[in-house]
């Protein structure tokens, strides 16, 4: 059966979507996905489901939106995805806690990049459905704007890797 990796939008962030992750993980067992497991409480969930991705995350949207009363994007990868976006990362030698990875539905043109406003020695790469952002002097200082944050949802890359060792079999 295939496993499932879910970045959940706007979960347990900034005061929205606040859902216990022990409810997120019942909640997922109630629309038939197994083996359940999240980590750490900003909406990150790993399953089995005999779904193809597409209906996964539907039913998965579908019962956030019933359990919240307000629909919130569930970005699916599969393992081999998510161990391929590891992979492409471009920023290899910095710290895994200071590169965020903005995962999107689709892969934006390479033009939405133009303008884009570095303010500091932050470092950005766009390579198919995720961004890579390498933030030197840390996240919470930057003064980003964060290009397609309101298109996807970050994780940095030791929560990739978390996420990577949970959905190993």
Known sequence: MPTHIALLRAINVGGTGKLPMAELRALCESIGFTNVRTYIQSGNVVFESRLCAV???RALEDALERRLGK???ALLRSVDELVEVETRNPFRDAD??????????????????KGVKIPGREQLH??????FIHF???M???????PLADQGTGRNLNTVRALLELAAP
């Open 140 to 146: 919470g200082t930057s003064k980003l704007k964060v």
């Open 96 to 113: 895994p806690k200071r590169v965020l990875v903005v995962f999107l539905d689709d892969a934006p043109p390479r033009t939405v990049m």
């Open 71 to 73: 629909r919130h994007a």
């Open 136 to 138: 030197p002097d840390g």
């Open 55 to 57: 209906r996964a995350r």
């Open 126 to 131: 766009l390579d198919g459905r995720e961004l």
